[in-house]
């Protein structure tokens, strides 16, 4: 047969061998899948997340190996489509200065808190999503939901993490400057817990980036794969609240934090180390 097929007969037996043998990537994409099974959100998980997952359960393994490992099993990502911004600017308000300047890092928690509007399409109408993002663990501390854009959904939201977090004084949120942010009540909730407004410009969606990646992975990690055109307003509201609040702040790795915790565990143990020291 050999002599047929013009085939080497010692590489016809050691291809025999090889082939009985499990390759280290085959072992390597077993872990890799007892990772995704964890929980079905974790499908969603790419390379540097999986490595992340692999280093805490122990496993020595490298970037490209991984990477190589999800190319060979078809689980390599897409990428993400990006957000449309929705905000209208009020030319005719005082406009805050840009505290932030594109530096998302933070020493602390509630330092810096970021906040946006991102609009869903549903069934029975859009719905729009208000988020209070702190930079110092991606965190995010509050969430108002609603069926319109007005300035009491951004309230709404600002009021839910000052009252979570019951931080001292000076923190800095940051938005655009669209109308709702702009608006006499809005600057007076901001007043009223003495923390300090940053804006940035509408449009310029590299000055509230950390934000629009939020958004961004929101939508390509569930909206989008769930076809909420189909779904109603109360129906998406529940999704998002349980993706947001109890996966992604406590089960989602975080490849931005130190051994890609999650974000409320980030926070947790940052301010208990804090405590006792």
Request: aromatic share 8%; hydrophobic share 35%; net charge positive.
């Given at each position: 047969?050999?002599?047929?097929?013009?085939?080497?007969?010692?590489?016809?037996?050691?291809?025999?061998?090889?082939?009985?043998?499990?390759?280290k990537?085959?072992?390597?994409?077993?872990?890799?899948?007892?990772?995704?099974?964890?929980?079905?959100n974790?499908?969603?998980y790419g390379?540097?997340?999986?490595?992340?997952?692999?280093q805490?359960k122990g496993?020595?393994?490298?970037?490209?190996?991984?990477?190589?490992a999800?190319?060979?099993?078809?689980l390599?990502?897409?990428?993400r489509?990006?957000?449309?911004?929705?905000?209208?600017?009020d030319?005719?308000?005082?406009?805050?200065?840009?505290?932030?300047?594109?530096d998302?890092t933070?020493s602390k928690?509630n330092?810096?808190?970021?906040?946006?509007?991102?609009?869903?399409?549903?069934?029975d109408?859009?719905?729009?999503?208000?988020p209070?993002?702190d930079?110092?663990?991606?965190?995010?501390?509050?969430?108002?939901m609603?069926?319109?854009?007005?300035?009491?959904?951004?309230?709404?939201?600002?009021?839910a993490a000052?009252?979570a977090?019951?931080p001292?004084t000076?923190v800095i949120?940051?938005?655009?400057a669209?109308?709702?942010?702009?608006?006499?009540?809005?600057?007076?909730?901001?007043?009223?817990?003495?923390?300090?407004?940053?804006?940035?410009?509408v449009?310029?969606?590299?000055?509230?980036?950390?934000?629009?990646s939020?958004?961004?992975?929101?939508?390509?990690?569930?909206?989008?794969?769930?076809?909420?055109e189909k779904?109603?307003?109360?129906?998406?509201?529940?999704?998002?609240f349980?993706?947001?609040m109890?996966?992604?702040?406590?089960?989602?790795?975080?490849?931005?934090?130190?051994?890609?915790?999650?974000?409320s565990?980030y926070?947790?143990r940052?301010?208990?180390?804090?405590?006792?020291?």
């Amino acid at each position: 047969m050999c002599k047929i097929l013009s085939v080497n007969e010692k590489g016809y037996y050691k291809k025999l061998k090889v082939g009985k043998r499990i390759l280290k990537w085959q072992k390597l994409l077993c872990e890799i899948h007892k990772v995704l099974n964890e929980d079905v959100n974790n499908d969603n998980y790419g390379a540097k997340r999986i490595l992340l997952a692999l280093q805490q359960k122990g496993i020595k393994t490298s970037l490209s190996s991984v990477r190589r490992a999800m190319r060979k099993g078809n689980l390599v990502k897409p990428n993400r489509r990006s957000p449309d911004g929705l905000t209208k600017k009020d030319k005719k308000a005082m406009q805050p200065e840009n505290l932030i300047k594109r530096d998302f890092t933070a020493s602390k928690p509630n330092e810096k808190w970021l906040t946006d509007i991102t609009q869903v399409n549903c069934k029975d109408g859009k719905l729009y999503i208000a988020p209070i993002f702190d930079c110092f663990s991606g965190e995010i501390v509050s969430l108002a939901m609603d069926r319109n854009m007005k300035k009491e959904l951004c309230i709404s939201a600002l009021e839910a993490a000052f009252k979570a977090r019951k931080p001292k004084t000076g923190v800095i949120v940051h938005s655009d400057a669209g109308s709702q942010y702009t608006s006499y009540d809005y600057k007076s909730t901001i007043g009223k817990y003495k923390a300090i407004q940053s804006m940035s410009d509408v449009g310029k969606c590299y000055d509230n980036a950390r934000m629009e990646s939020f958004f961004a992975t929101l939508k390509k990690e569930k909206l989008y794969k769930i076809k909420t055109e189909k779904m109603t307003v109360e129906e998406v509201k529940t999704v998002v609240f349980q993706y947001v609040m109890v996966y992604y702040n406590r089960k989602r790795i975080t490849t931005v934090n130190p051994d890609g915790l999650p974000p409320s565990i980030y926070r947790e143990r940052f301010e208990a180390q804090s405590s006792v020291a």
